[in-house]
C-alpha cells in the first residue's frame, strides 16, 4: 500500500537526517509564518472564526490552556488553536507555497505543529522533525496529484493539506506506523477544499486551510486512541486518486507508477518553497513583477497608458476578474493587481487598504489614484499564451505590453518574467523576509524573533512564550 511507504517514512524519520539547508529553510518558514499570521489576526475573516469558536465553546475559550492562538494572546484548546491559526496564516494571501505542488504548505504545517508541541511542550528539536515531515509529504504528494487536481476545481491546500496536517501530527505524537496509517486514512475522507471558494472570491479560502489542520489533527488523535481509517483510501478503487485527480485512462498511464514516486519519500527538498512577497494569489505575482519593471520607466505618466496586454499562461489568465467587489475577489483579480501595480507602485496589505478605503471596490470614486486604476484594469486584456503555457507548472511567466498614447510617440514597452520573485531560483534573502515582517507588524519587537535561531536547543513552551511577547 502507498500509504504505508509514506506512513513508514514518517514514523521513522529523525532530526538528525535533516540537512542544514533543510533547517535553515524551515526557520525562515517558520519565521514568515510568525509574521503573516500574527498580522493575519486582525483580520475580518480571522476575527469571525475566533468570534465563532468562541461562540461554540459558550465564551469559555480560556478554559482548558493548551495552545496559543497568534496575535490574541489567547489560549485555547488544540483543534481550536490550530484552526483560527491556520486561517489567519492564509488569509493575507502572503503565506509560503510549493510551484510543482501547487500547494501552500506553511500556512497548515505551523498551526498543526505548534498546537501540539506548545501544549505538549515538545523540544525545538521535535517541532523540527514534524514541520520538515509536513513539507516533505505536502510536496511528494501534491506533485503527484497536479495538475490533474487542481484542474478539476479542487484546493489542494485543503485536500492534500489535511493528509499534511495528519502527517505532522501522527509525527508529533509519536504514533507508530500502523496509528500513522490509520490516521492518514481518515484523513483521506475528509479531504475537502473547491476552487470555486477561491475565484468566487469568498472566504471558503481560508477556511480550507483551517479545515485542513483541524480534520488532520482530529485524525491522529483518534488513530492513537484505536480509530481505524482506510489504508488505501489514496490509490484504491474509490480512493483520492480515482475520485478527485485522475480519469480512468490516466490512472492507467504508463508513466505513472507508485513504485516510482517512493523512489522520493523523504527525498524532496525543503528548500523548493516559495515565499511571497504580494498580497495576491501566486499565479498573478509574475505579472505583477513585471509591472513594477515598467512602472520604473514610465514613473507617474499612466494616465498616457491607451492600453495594456497580460500575455501569461492558462490558469493566470482564467483570474479574470475585471470588477471585483470583495477584498477577497481583489486577491484573484489579475487585471487589478497590474494596475495597482502600474499606479500605485507598491503591492502591499496597508497600500491595498488603504486603496479600498477610497473607494477601489466601489462603484464610484473621488479619488483619482483609484479611478486611474480602474481605467487601466478596464483597458486590459488578459492572452493566454500557448508558448508561455508550455513553461507552466515549471516556470510561471507573464509578458507584459503597455501601448502609450501620441505624446509619448505611440510607444510600447515590454518585459517578461518567468519566475515571480520568492521562488528558489528567485529568492528572498533572509533580511528581506525580515523587512516583510516588519512591514506587516510594525510595534512588534523584533527581537523576539532570535529565539529562532537556536529553536533546537528551547522547549516550545520557551519559543512560543517568547514570540507572543
Known amino acids: 500500500m502507498f500509504l504505508q511507504n509514506i506512513s513508514k517514512f514518517i514514523s521513522n524519520y529523525r532530526y538528525e537526517q535533516a ?4 533547517i535553515s529553510t524551515v526557520k525562515a518558514a517558520f519565521l514568515d509564518f510568525f509574521g503573516v499570521t500574527y498580522r493575519g489576526a486582525s483580520e475580518d475573516a480571522s476575527n469571525m472564526a475566533f468570534n465563532t469558536v468562541d461562540e461554540i465553546f459558550s465564551g469559555n475559550s480560556n478554559l482548558n490552556l493548551n495552545a496559543s492562538v497568534i496575535g490574541r494572546n489567547v489560549k485555547t484548546d488544540m483543534l481550536s488553536a490550530a484552526f483560527l491559526n491556520a486561517i489567519s496564516a492564509h488569509v493575507l494571501e502572503l503565506d ?3 510551484r510543482g505542488a501547487q500547494i501552500h504548505l506553511g500556512a497548515v504545517i505551523f498551526p498543526t505543529a505548534l498546537a501540539i508541541a506548545e501544549s505538549h511542550n515538545l523540544s525545538g528539536k521535535e517541532f523540527l522533525e514534524g514541520v520538515i515531515v509536513g513539507y516533505e509529504v505536502g510536496i511528494l504528494l501534491g506533485k503527484i496529484v497536479n495538475p490533474d487536481h487542481r484542474n478539476k476545481g479542487f484546493h489542494t491546500t485543503g485536500t492534500i493539506g489535511t493528509f499534511i496536517a495528519g502527517a505532522v501530527a501522527s509525527k ?6 500502523k496509528q500513522t496509517l490509520n490516521a492518514l486514512g481518515l484523513c ?3 479531504a475537502a477544499g473547491l476552487l470555486e471558494s477561491d475565484h468566487g472570491g469568498s472566504m471558503g479560502k481560508v477556511l480550507h486551510a483551517g479545515k485542513a489542520a483541524y480534520n488532520g489533527l482530529l485524525s491522529a488523535f483518534l488513530a492513537r486512541n484505536g480509530f481505524t481509517g482506510s489504508g488505501t483510501i489514496f490509490e484504491g478503487d474509490e480512493g483520492f486518486l480515482k475520485t478527485m485527480v485522475f480519469d480512468d485512462d490516466d490512472y492507467n498511464r504508463k508513466d505513472f507508477s507508485f513504485e516510482k514516486v517512493l523512489k522520493d519519500v523523504g527525498k524532496v527538498h525543503v528548500r523548493d518553497i516559495y515565499f511571497k512577497k504580494y498580497p495576491f494569489c501566486r499565479h498573478l505575482h509574475s505579472s ?3 509591472a513594477l519593471k515598467l512602472k520604473a520607466s514610465i514613473g507617474d505618466e499612466y494616465d498616457h497608458i491607451e492600453n495594456i496586454a497580460v500575455k501569461t499562461y492558462k490558469v493566470a489568465s482564467e483570474h479574470n476578474n475585471f470588477n471585483p467587489k470583495s477584498l477577497e475577489e481583489l486577491k484573484q483579480s489579475l487585471p487589478y493587481a497590474v494596475a495597482i501595480s502600474l499606479v500605485v507602485g507598491e503591492v502591499s496589505v496597508d497600500g491595498i487598504n488603504q486603496l479600498i478605503e477610497y473607494g477601489l471596490l466601489d462603484n464610484y470614486s473621488t479619488v483619482d489614484v483609484v479611478n486611474s486604476i480602474k481605467n487601466l484594469a478596464n483597458a486590459m486584456i488578459l492572452i493566454p499564451d500557448g508558448k508561455l503555457n508550455d513553461l507552466y507548472p515549471d516556470k510561471r511567466p507573464s509578458n507584459v505590453i503597455i501601448k502609450l498614447d501620441k505624446q509619448f510617440r505611440n510607444g510600447v514597452f515590454q518585459n517578461i518574467t ?9 529568492p528572498f534573502q533572509l533580511r528581506e523576509l525580515i523587512d516583510k515582517f516588519k ?6 519587537d523584533i527581537k523576539n524573533l532570535t529565539v529562532i535561531d537556536a529553536l533546537e536547543d528551547y522547549s516550545m513552551n520557551y519559543v512560543v512564550d517568547k514570540l507572543n511577547g
Open 19 to 22: 540537512t542544514v539547508e533543510s
Open 96 to 98: 509560503d507555497g510549493h
Open 172 to 177: 508529533l505524537l509519536q504514533l507508530d506506523e
Open 188 to 190: 483521506g475522507t475528509q
Open 288 to 290: 505583477i513583477d513585471t
Open 418 to 426: 518567468l519566475l515571480p520573485k520568492g521562488d528558489f531560483e528567485n
Open 439 to 444: 512591514g506587516l507588524n510594525p510595534k512588534y
